[in-house]
């Protein structure tokens, strides 16, 4: 798999930190330097803030992904899970897509899995929630809110009616209040072309443990949100925990209890529990200890970033401050450790990473927004304006940038696609239903067999 004369550097998850990681240490490493390896279970980098914006139909899914092998020629990819790390023995097992698990071995790590949803163990929350990280729950989510729509247009039941139209989303950080406010957004444009749904029928709910939204922008940014998301007929429960789920029946702390077909679970996020998995040191939360220069704590040749990383943050005055999870540090990181990685290899110096978090934007639907960027607060549609400007500045590569562009200039002419294609949910359904045997005649049941004494 690899040169024995070249050093052999592995990278560990092809999200942020590994894609721009990878990126990096393409354009820095001379030819033949070393050889570096991606692993991913998927084939592209997915640009997470963007998810809300493609749940919406604002954008095209594909555009919010960025293809790994499209944008590392000189990478090699592969697409499986890492399950084990021993890093005494310099090794990871693999275990690919498809076919039986194998060991790799390499001379660097760069362990970057990211996060997974931090979840409860809430009754039935397995069994009916969603979360909203990846592309497929965004393209998932699109589909069921318009099917609800489609259900509700379709049936005078008042509970079945109330059911698909209520709609419930715990954790009131940006992933969450972008999603739900981009999916009410396009649900009540939407329902303008549905006889008999009304913009007042559905029921939109935001539920959030602490006393508020937002805890990236300032707390009066916060409160705006929450004002801006009421006057939509949104319901932000603050200080709520949801308490149970089962068979999609909600019960929250505050004693109500509701129907509601969609429950979308946003409330944080924790290490990728495959760092656990690890001769690795870890901190009381399962981060990576990382160091400044983003070398894992107390061993050689091992670094990480991101989200499954506890990083020094040099910024910030108070002793033991860590970077927060978020893309911003993410690329950031990702491109300091790319240099560090070829300055040790090179017998030179790694440098500290520092960076100061400039802030947050949000889009809370098409021409709304909230924005808090280098102490500049902005609402409404300056703040929209400059997320959008944001983002599109920052998604990876020319080719996205155009394509994104694209579809929001298109949106401008054209009303928003309304079709829940919820046949891509389950492709194969109507061809097993056609390809079953048919089942054989049924043939009449025969009499009873007569008893001895009928005889
Ligand atoms: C909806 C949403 C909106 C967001 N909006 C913003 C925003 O506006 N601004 C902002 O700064 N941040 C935002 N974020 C956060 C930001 O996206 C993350 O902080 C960032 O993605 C972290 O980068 P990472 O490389 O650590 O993890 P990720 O980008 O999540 O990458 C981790 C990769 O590791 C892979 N992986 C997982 N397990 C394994 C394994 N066992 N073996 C190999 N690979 C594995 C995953 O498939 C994934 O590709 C948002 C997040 C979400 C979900």
Redesign the pocket.
Known sequence: MTGPERPHILI???????MYTALRLQQKLRRGEATVTV????SY??Y??F??EAAAGNLEPRHVVVPLRRLLPRTQVLNG???KIEHSRRTVTFMPNAGDPFEISYDTIVV????IARTLPIPGLAEVGIG??TVGEAIFLRNHVLAKLDIAASTSEQSVRRRALTFVFVGGG??GV??LAELEDMARDASKSYDGVEPSDMRWVLVEASDRILPEVSADLGRYTVRELERRNIEVRLSTRLDSAVHHHIKLSDGEEFDADTLVWTAGVKP?P?VEDTDLPLDEKGRLKGTATLRIEGVDDAWTA???AAIPDLSKKEPGALTG????H?VRQAKHLGDNIVAAMRGGTPTDYVHAYAG???SLGLHKGVAQVYGIKLRGWPAWFMHRTYHVSRVPTFNRKVRVLADWTLALFFKREIVSLGAIQNPREEFEQAARPALPPQEPAAPPAPSATEA
């Open positions: 560990v998850g092809g999200g942020y930190v590994g692993i991913d279970p998927l980098m997915t997470q803030p998810l809300p899970r890492v399950t970057a899995p990211g996060s909203f990280k940006y992933a972008e999603a990728n495959v991101g989200d499954s999870p978020s893309a911003q993410a947050s934007v949000a």
